[in-house]
């Protein structure tokens, strides 16, 4: 079976920090990898996505970013936090683009 | 105008009501939909896939009408672990392939 990993749990960081969250996914292969961020009482806003090894699609700019060095691992990074950085960010996958997403159990990031 | 747009809810119900939650959707060659639930400080977990032909799935139903790009989930018989952040989602083409929007959630409160 499928299985996807976050870490860490939680997180807080000073602002100008750097940041970088890991999301591995074990079980499947060439999966569809999402970044998505929610704001506290906010729905999920979908960060950056994936179809491929080295294939990232941004959907917001800001200063935040992402790679996928390995086919099952995704990695959001930032060179310096803002406050407004804050949040639980949570990262998914999906078998296709079409199909539905799974998730970790997040990383929820306080910037001080 | 966002790509998918939910009720704001909060509904507050209680025990036995039933409740419709509803969704609309901007782009019309969006391919598949969703609804997913969350509890507080958690991770979204799907719900169930809405089809065409409508499904239901014990007290839940959920139903799709392409024509007018609108999603809704009727909860029958609520109860109080129903309590939770119902969130519509939908898959539709990108730059980068297809990806996976969230609306914003509309929160349920069940009360006894």
């Known amino acids: 079976s499928q299985t996807i990993h976050q870490w860490p749990a939680t997180l807080v960081q000073p602002v100008g920090s750097p940041l970088s969250l890991e999301c591995t996914v074990e079980?499947?292969?060439?999966?569809?990898l999402y970044w998505y961020r929610q704001a506290a009482g906010r729905g999920l806003q979908l960060l950056f996505y994936?179809?491929?090894?080295?294939?990232i699609s941004s959907e917001v700019p800001q200063n935040l970013s992402a790679s996928r060095p390995q086919d099952r691992q995704f990695i959001l990074s930032s060179k310096k936090l803002l406050l407004s950085d804050s949040g639980f960010y949570l990262c998914?996958?999906?078998?296709?683009?079409?199909?539905?997403?799974?998730f970790g159990q997040g990383t929820r990031l306080t910037v001080v | 105008r966002k790509e998918v747009e939910q009720d704001p809810g909060p509904f507050n119900v209680p025990e036995g009501a039933t409740v419709a939650f509803n969704c609309t959707y901007s782009?019309?060659?969006?391919?598949?939909f969703f609804w997913y639930r969350q509890d507080c400080r958690k991770e979204p977990k799907l719900l169930m896939s809405?089809?065409?032909s409508g499904n239901e799935d014990g007290r839940f139903t959920a139903q799709l009408n392409r024509a007018s790009q609108y999603i809704s989930l009727l909860i029958r018989d609520s109860k109080l672990s129903d309590s939770a952040t119902y969130l519509c989602?939908?898959?539709?083409?990108?730059?980068?392939?297809?990806?996976?929007?969230f609306g914003a959630g509309t929160r349920l409160f069940v009360k006894a």
């Open positions: 994936s179809v491929g090894i080295g294939q």
């Open positions: 079980g499947t292969s060439n999966p569809n």
């Open positions: 809405v089809y065409s």
């Open positions: 782009n019309s060659a969006s391919q598949s």
């Open positions: 989602v939908v898959n539709m083409g990108g730059t980068g392939g297809f990806k996976t929007i």
């Open positions: 998914a996958w999906s078998f296709t683009g079409v199909t539905e997403a799974f």
